[in-house]
Protein backbone atom coordinates (compact mmCIF):
# COMPACT_ATOMS: atom_id res chain seq x y z
CA UNK A 1 0.00 0.00 0.00
CA UNK A 2 2.93 2.50 0.84
CA UNK A 3 4.40 1.75 -2.73
CA UNK A 4 1.77 2.24 -4.54
CA UNK A 5 1.08 5.77 -2.62
CA UNK A 6 4.29 6.45 -2.99
CA UNK A 7 4.41 5.85 -7.04
CA UNK A 8 1.26 7.63 -7.30
CA UNK A 9 2.90 10.90 -5.50
CA UNK A 10 5.92 10.62 -7.77
CA UNK A 11 3.71 10.76 -11.01
CA UNK A 12 1.92 13.58 -9.81
CA UNK A 13 4.91 15.28 -9.16
CA UNK A 14 6.06 14.44 -12.73
CA UNK A 15 2.62 16.47 -14.03
CA UNK A 16 2.54 19.10 -12.19
CA UNK A 17 6.76 20.16 -12.93
CA UNK A 18 5.48 21.20 -16.42
CA UNK A 19 2.11 22.80 -15.45
CA UNK A 20 2.46 26.68 -14.44
CA UNK A 21 0.52 29.63 -14.71
CA UNK A 22 1.38 33.04 -14.85
CA UNK A 23 -0.20 36.90 -15.40
CA UNK A 24 0.09 36.59 -19.42
CA UNK A 25 -1.12 32.66 -19.27
CA UNK A 26 -2.52 31.61 -16.29
CA UNK A 27 -3.40 28.11 -15.36
CA UNK A 28 -6.46 26.60 -16.06
CA UNK A 29 -7.16 23.80 -13.50
CA UNK A 30 -10.38 21.50 -13.72
CA UNK A 31 -11.57 19.64 -10.89
CA UNK A 32 -13.91 16.88 -11.47
CA UNK A 33 -15.84 15.17 -8.54
CA UNK A 34 -19.06 12.58 -8.95
CA UNK A 35 -21.28 15.09 -9.09
CA UNK A 36 -19.97 18.73 -10.24
CA UNK A 37 -17.08 19.68 -12.41
CA UNK A 38 -15.04 23.01 -11.35
CA UNK A 39 -12.98 25.34 -13.59
CA UNK A 40 -10.51 28.40 -12.36
CA UNK A 41 -7.94 30.47 -13.67
CA UNK A 42 -4.89 30.82 -11.29
CA UNK A 43 -1.77 32.63 -11.87
CA UNK A 44 0.85 30.34 -9.77
CA UNK A 45 3.32 33.76 -9.32
CA UNK A 46 0.94 35.56 -6.88
CA UNK A 47 -1.61 32.36 -6.36
CA UNK A 48 -4.57 34.35 -7.06
CA UNK A 49 -7.44 32.73 -8.47
CA UNK A 50 -9.04 35.34 -11.34
CA UNK A 51 -12.09 33.40 -12.44
CA UNK A 52 -14.08 30.42 -11.36
CA UNK A 53 -17.30 28.87 -12.96
CA UNK A 54 -18.44 25.35 -11.47
CA UNK A 55 -21.85 23.35 -12.31
CA UNK A 56 -23.30 25.38 -9.39
CA UNK A 57 -23.61 28.31 -10.98
CA UNK A 58 -27.14 29.75 -11.12
CA UNK A 59 -27.40 29.72 -14.83
CA UNK A 60 -26.28 25.99 -15.70
CA UNK A 61 -28.28 24.82 -12.23
CA UNK A 62 -31.36 26.29 -13.72
CA UNK A 63 -30.33 24.27 -17.03
CA UNK A 64 -29.54 21.09 -14.71
CA UNK A 65 -32.78 19.25 -15.00
CA UNK A 66 -32.54 18.33 -18.42
CA UNK A 67 -28.44 18.57 -19.25
CA UNK A 68 -26.11 14.86 -18.62
CA UNK A 69 -22.97 15.66 -17.20
CA UNK A 70 -21.02 15.98 -20.63
CA UNK A 71 -23.11 18.24 -21.29
CA UNK A 72 -23.24 21.03 -18.54
CA UNK A 73 -19.28 19.72 -18.08
CA UNK A 74 -19.20 21.40 -22.03
CA UNK A 75 -21.34 24.90 -20.86
CA UNK A 76 -18.86 25.24 -17.65
CA UNK A 77 -15.91 25.28 -20.29
CA UNK A 78 -17.99 27.72 -22.59
CA UNK A 79 -18.70 30.08 -19.37
CA UNK A 80 -15.19 30.13 -18.12
CA UNK A 81 -13.80 31.07 -21.34
CA UNK A 82 -16.20 33.83 -21.92
CA UNK A 83 -15.71 35.02 -18.18
CA UNK A 84 -11.52 35.01 -19.25
CA UNK A 85 -11.86 36.62 -22.20
CA UNK A 86 -13.92 39.83 -20.51
CA UNK A 87 -11.18 39.40 -18.24
CA UNK A 88 -8.55 40.11 -20.96
CA UNK A 89 -6.90 36.12 -21.02
CA UNK A 90 -6.82 34.04 -24.30
CA UNK A 91 -4.41 31.96 -23.56
CA UNK A 92 -4.05 29.67 -20.72
CA UNK A 93 -2.46 26.63 -19.54
CA UNK A 94 -4.68 23.27 -19.22
CA UNK A 95 -4.13 21.55 -15.96
CA UNK A 96 -6.05 18.65 -16.13
CA UNK A 97 -5.13 17.35 -12.24
CA UNK A 98 -3.60 14.51 -13.45
CA UNK A 99 -6.77 12.44 -14.69
CA UNK A 100 -7.06 11.08 -18.27
CA UNK A 101 -8.20 13.70 -21.26
CA UNK A 102 -11.10 11.68 -21.29
CA UNK A 103 -15.01 12.40 -20.74
CA UNK A 104 -16.47 15.71 -19.11
CA UNK A 105 -12.74 16.83 -18.69
CA UNK A 106 -12.21 16.60 -22.82
CA UNK A 107 -15.69 18.06 -22.73
CA UNK A 108 -15.22 21.20 -20.52
CA UNK A 109 -11.66 22.06 -22.86
CA UNK A 110 -13.99 21.69 -26.46
CA UNK A 111 -16.56 23.50 -24.68
CA UNK A 112 -13.68 26.12 -23.94
CA UNK A 113 -11.38 26.24 -27.40
CA UNK A 114 -14.63 26.39 -29.48
CA UNK A 115 -15.41 30.48 -27.65
CA UNK A 116 -12.07 31.10 -28.01
CA UNK A 117 -9.32 29.85 -25.43
CA UNK A 118 -6.14 28.79 -26.38
CA UNK A 119 -4.60 26.15 -24.89
Known sequence: MKKVKKLYLQQKKRYFKHIFGTAEKPRL??????NHI??????DLTSTTSVFVSTLE???VEKSSE??????AFLVGQLIATK???FGQTKVVFDRG??????????????????????
Not at 29 to 34: E, G
Open 29 to 34: SVFRSN
Open 67 to 72: LTKMES
Open 38 to 43: YAQLIN
Open 84 to 86: AIQ
Open 58 to 60: KTI
Open 98 to 119: NRRYIGRIQRLAEGARMVGLDF
